[in-house]
Every structure is written in C-alpha cells, then in structure tokens.
C-alpha cells in the first residue's frame, strides 16, 4: 500500500471487536518495529509495554477513564513510557552510545536541568507513536492513541520502576458498526494552504 493510502485509511478506532486478536507473528513484526524506532541522538529513552492478558487489561481499563471499552474489546495494549531516572539514563548511555553523542547530551542538555531532559525524552517517546501508528496502519491493524490514562495508575499497575508512561496505543480490529471509520466519519483536518508552506 502506498503510504498516501495508509494515512487516509488508518484512524481512531473508537469500538473493536473482541473477538479478533493480533496474531503472534504480526506481534513479533511490532516488537521489532518499535525497537527500530528513530531518535535524537539514538537515545532510546523509552519502554514498550504490550499487555494482551485480559485480566490485566481490564486492570488498566479501570484506570483508562471513557477509553475503558476500547482496553476490554482491543487486542493489545502498547503502553509508552519515557526513563524517569535521569541519573540512570547517563551512566547507561556510556555504554551504548558513541561519544559525541554522549557529547552532545552532556553540553547541550544536561546542563539545561531535568525538566528539559525529561520533556525531551518525551519527545522521543511521542515520535515513536507517530512512527508505530502508521506501522500497524500499513499493516492492516486499527489503532487508538490514549493520552486518557491515569498515568500514575498505569506506573503502579504495570510495575514500571524508573519509567513514566505516556500515552497507550490499543490495537486490534474494528467493530464493523465502528461508527469513526474514516467511511462513516471523514477525516477533519485544517486546510493545507493554512498550515503546509512551500517557498
Ligand atoms: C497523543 C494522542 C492522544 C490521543 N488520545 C486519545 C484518547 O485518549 N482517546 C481517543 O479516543 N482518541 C485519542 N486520540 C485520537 C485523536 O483524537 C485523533 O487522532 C484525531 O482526532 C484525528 O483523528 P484520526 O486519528 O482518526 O485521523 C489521541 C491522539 C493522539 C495523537
């Protein structure tokens, strides 16, 4: 599929149906991808949580305000998170990056204090959801990203000991009633002479 047609075609699915799940090839296909995903200076400050066990779903269901049906129907779950220990994170880039990009952290960033750090890591997480929707849109899996999560109760349910989660991205396949199917609802966006510029 040509990417034009991916970005018409993938949306918010707002009701799935529970009962077709991803299959396991298609999950080893996303675990990669979202490893593979791009970032500033190759720092990968991020975790990815798939959660398919319907128990702890419903877990998260309960902490998901009215994106609760979507976790319960949804096939998985994929929680991003960003690395909240910033003293952490700069030993371990010793080891896995080169030295100019360890470089550039301690120049450019560091010394902006952690506030700027931990928002650019968030950067770097919410890029890895662009990129991770237009993936399982290319192929053929719907998809919902929640920024409607109760972030703490996320942190605690999972576990996730030096992490902050973001945002969730549920994936799965569409209730054929799904009323916001770009078929039963266009896509609404601004006019692209207002916001794409070509000099
Ligand atoms: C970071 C982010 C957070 C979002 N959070 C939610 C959410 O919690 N629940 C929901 O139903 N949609 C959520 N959305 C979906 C947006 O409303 C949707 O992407 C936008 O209206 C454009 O529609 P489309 O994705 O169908 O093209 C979110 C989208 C993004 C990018």
Same mark, same amino acid.
């Given at each position: 599929m040509e990417f034009i047609e991916v970005a018409k075609s993938r949306y918010t699915t707002k009701k799935y149906d529970a009962s077709k799940k991803v299959s396991d090839s298609d999950l080893e296909k996303l675990k990669e991808i979202l490893r593979l995903s791009p970032s500033s200076i190759n720092s990968q400050p991020w975790k990815f949580t798939i959660v398919g066990n319907q128990e702890l779903k419903e877990k998260l269901a309960e902490a998901s305000y009215f994106n609760a049906p979507k976790l319960k129907d949804g096939s998985h779950v994929v929680v991003f998170s960003a690395v909240d220990n910033v003293d952490k994170f700069e030993k371990d880039i010793n080891e896995y990056l080169p030295e100019g990009a360890v470089g550039y952290f301690n120049t450019m960033?560091?010394?902006? =204090?952690e506030d700027v750090i931990k928002n650019w890591f968030s950067d770097q997480v919410y890029l890895s959801i662009g990129y991770f929707l237009s993936a399982v849109g290319a192929m053929g899996i719907d998809s919902t990203p929640m920024e409607g999560i109760d972030r703490a109760k996320y942190k605690e349910i999972l576990g996730l000991e030096g992490y902050q989660p973001l945002v969730a991205v549920m994936i799965g396949y569409r209730d054929?009633?799904? =009323?916001?199917?770009p078929s039963n609802n266009p896509k609404s966006r601004l006019d692209i002479n207002e916001i794409v510029e070509v000099r």
């Open positions: 960033l560091k010394p902006q =204090g054929e009633e799904d =009323g916001n199917q």
